[in-house]
């Protein structure tokens, strides 16, 4: 960040997680006003009920739902009442195995499935009233205020009969969700990933989902919780908390502020005016960009975009024209289009600081040192930076003449950390990691210092020194007697509300189509994402034999209703055909079912990529693109 946004005066950097955490970004920012969860993974503990809201955390979060099936043997042995579990989705998966409800629903219908709730708890008077009176505001989808009356005429068109119209879900399964919600004794976390960030409405549907835990009053109190899970590892940490994003600047400010880019240029030392106010290309205009030669350079770094862009043939088809570097490592559908290749060192070769899901910042350690060239992605920027120093590029300059990126010792002498060696055997973590914690300090997102952090099992922010002088961390945000920045006798304080009133906000976004859907040409729908054996593009994962041979190529997963249909037996192969594209891939249906007239197909395979086929259509507010839902034709060949 500092080398790009203040040595090179560009914004054009933007994380993977554009394609993955944008939409829960700007969701609660659009809600709370302020990034990230306010609630915990012990709220997975507390609570007497789970709803995931299509989000197939057996197999993609496989920790987490050990945590809660460990919970669920527990339960087992005593009379107390079980941990009701309910799944919502449009594909039955490994989660939905052990689900107590499975709920499923048209692609696109859980906006109607929220509004619907809403509509029935309001005119059935289960909503928590003092808790609204108290904490939350009414706007309309283009942003204008509204009251509560207002709010109950938008949602009037709701109506069971609606929501089972546009989503498929009958009353009996409506009712029941909006009985959970309407009964005090209920400790509700509702969990979700990718169903809802990749949607063309995704920012909003993350907002309406928190519409139900605030009419409800589900939030705030152990147990209870609308909690979106990361997807990737360090997504929050390294992404939205250091501010990887186009738009974005460290803790929580934007580059557009021009007090904010202060900020950042004091503390970094850079020539003041060092950044560029314009926010730069998201991910997907980037690539739109370079691949149509507006962009002569583009420098990937722990990301294989040639696998993972949407609509490949048409975004990355002339990815070879303009100048391609890629640090990985190892050899990816990317470095195959790559002018140049910078060997990376892994994770278990490198130090580290990640953050997680629950605001948890945790510290990794080397292990073993990288093979041959191979070198940290940090210390690669370093080298660069000086290199351009060297040669005498201005940005690189600090306000004194020196190295922007210089690192110091503890007695502020300068150390040659852009030599290999040096950096190797110098703390540059430490270094980095102080002078990025002055940033994180604005907006309530305050870190622990190095030497605290580094000795424990990661803490949770805010962390702020108490009176005696110990660092406190925050198990959840907004809450009285857990997070320091809540005033006394407020027991719940939003306080990252834009309008300063300390109220979140409940919007009333309305359903809407997604923008291709099935019809007599291409009948079906397809959905893509994952599977347990794989990490994403299986670069890492694919190179494991167990795992490789567990789950060695692509597949296409049929209903057994369609695929009866249309003669296809298991390993037939099946041809899949968008306006996009094509592929051929065997059947195979053991592990999960999607929904009729529905097919999945994950994206690990770098031989059978089914980008060729997806959709790059995106949410105008998050710019994070539907992964989930297209039309396609398909037939066996
Ligand atoms: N083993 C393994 N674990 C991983 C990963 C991995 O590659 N491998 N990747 C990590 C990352 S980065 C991510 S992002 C997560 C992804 O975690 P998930 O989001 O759980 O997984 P996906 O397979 O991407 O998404 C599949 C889900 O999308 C839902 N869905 C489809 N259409 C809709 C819709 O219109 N609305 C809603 N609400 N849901 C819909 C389906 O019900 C289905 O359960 O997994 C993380 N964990
Ligand atoms: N069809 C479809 N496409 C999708 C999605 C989907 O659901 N469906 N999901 C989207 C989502 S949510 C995500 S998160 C993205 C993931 O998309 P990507 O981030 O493009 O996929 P990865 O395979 O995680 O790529 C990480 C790369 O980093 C390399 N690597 C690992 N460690 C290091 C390191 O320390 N340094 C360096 N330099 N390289 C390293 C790995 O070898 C790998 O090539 O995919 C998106 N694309
Ligand atoms: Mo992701």
């Not at 989660?95 to 509509?119: K, L, R, T, V």
């Not at 990737?232 to 007090?259: D, I």
């Not at 004194?400 to 300068?414: I, S």
């Not at 094509?582 to 079912?593: E, T, Y």
Request: hydrophobic share 35%; glycine share 8%.
């Amino acid at each position: 960040m500092k080398f790009l946004k203040g040595g090179l005066n560009s914004n054009h950097i933007d994380p993977n997680a554009r394609l993955c955490m944008a939409s829960a970004v700007v969701g609660f920012v659009t809600t709370f006003g302020v990034d990230e969860p306010s609630g915990c993974y012990d709220d997975l503990d507390e609570c007497n009920t789970i709803i995931t809201w299509g989000n197939n955390w057996a197999e993609m979060h496989p920790v987490l739902y050990s945590r809660f099936m460990d919970r669920k043997k527990e339960e087992s042995k005593y009379s107390r009442p079980k941990t009701l579990y309910i799944d919502m989705a449009t594909r039955y998966t490994r989660s939905s195995e052990h689900a107590d409800h499975y709920i499923e629903f048209i692609p696109q219908g859980d906006m109607a499935i929220a509004n619907g709730i809403c509509n029935l708890l309001l005119e059935r008077g289960k909503q928590d009233s003092k808790f609204m009176d108290q904490h939350v505001r009414f706007k309309a989808d283009d942003g204008s205020d509204i009251t509560l009356e207002q709010y109950r005429e938008f949602l009037k068109e709701y109506t069971p009969e609606k929501v089972e119209e546009i989503a498929g879900v009958s009353e009996a399964h409506l009712n029941l969700l909006t009985d959970l919600f309407s009964d005090p004794q209920r400790k509700i976390v509702s969990l979700w990933c990718m169903g809802m960030n990749q949607h063309t409405r995704g920012t909003a549907i993350n907002n309406l989902v928190y519409n139900v835990h605030l009419l409800s009053g589900q939030i705030g109190k152990p147990g209870c919780t609308p909690f979106s899970l990361t997807g990737q590892p360090s997504a929050c940490g390294t992404c939205r908390e250091v501010g990887t994003l186009a738009h974005a600047l460290p803790g929580g400010r934007v580059v557009k502020n021009p007090e904010h880019r202060a900020d950042c240029e004091n503390i970094w030392n850079t020539i003041p005016g060092a950044i560029n106010p314009k926010p730069g290309h998201h991910t997907m205009a980037m690539f739109q960009a370079f691949n149509k030669g507006e962009m002569g350079s583009i420098w990937v770094q722990v990301t294989n975009p040639a696998q993972t862009i949407p609509n490949l043939n048409e975004n990355m088809n002339n990815a070879t024209k303009g100048n391609l570097i890629v640090s990985d490592v190892y050899p990816t559908a990317t470095t195959k289009v790559a002018n140049i290749v910078l060997p990376s060192a892994l994770w278990v070769e490198k130090n580290g600081i990640v953050g997680n899901s629950e605001r948890r910042t945790q510290q990794w350690f080397r292990m073993v040192d990288p093979p041959g060239e191979a070198r940290d992605d940090a210390w690669q920027v370093l080298a660069v930076a000086h290199r351009m120093y060297e040669l005498g590029f201005k940005g690189m300059k600090n306000r004194d003449g020196k190295f922007l990126l210089g690192v110091h010792d503890e007695n502020g002498k300068e150390v040659e950390a852009w030599k290999w060696d040096v950096y190797q055997k110098f703390n540059v973590d430490k270094f980095h990691y102080e002078e990025y914690r002055k940033l994180t300090l604005k907006k309530h997102k305050d870190l622990a210092p190095y030497d605290v952090l580094s000795d424990q099992r990661g803490m949770r922010w805010p962390v702020v020194e108490n009176a005696s002088g110990q660092w406190v961390e925050t198990p959840r945000r907004f809450v009285e007697g857990e997070d320091p920045y809540v005033k006394p006798g407020k027991d719940i304080q939003f306080y990252g509300a834009k309008a300063k009133d300390d109220r979140a906000i409940i919007w009333a976004r309305p359903y809407e189509a997604p923008p291709e859907v099935p019809d007599e040409e291409y009948p079906y729908w397809l959905c893509t994402g994952r599977v347990l054996e794989h990490w994403h593009t299986g670069t890492m994962t694919g190179r494991v034999p167990q795992l490789k041979n567990a789950m060695p190529k692509a597949y296409v997963e049929l209903n057994p209703n369609d695929a009866e249909r249309l003669g296809i037996n298991e390993g037939d192969k099946v041809k899949i055909v968008s306006r996009r594209g094509r592929i051929i891939l065997p059947a195979w249906s053991r592990r999960a079912r999607p929904a009729e007239g529905s097919i999945f197909v994950p994206f690990f395979d770098e031989t059978k990529m089914i980008n060729e086929v997806t959709l790059d259509e995106y949410c105008p507010m998050s710019k994070e693109p539907d992964y989930k839902k297209c039309a396609v034709k398909i037939e066996k060949v």
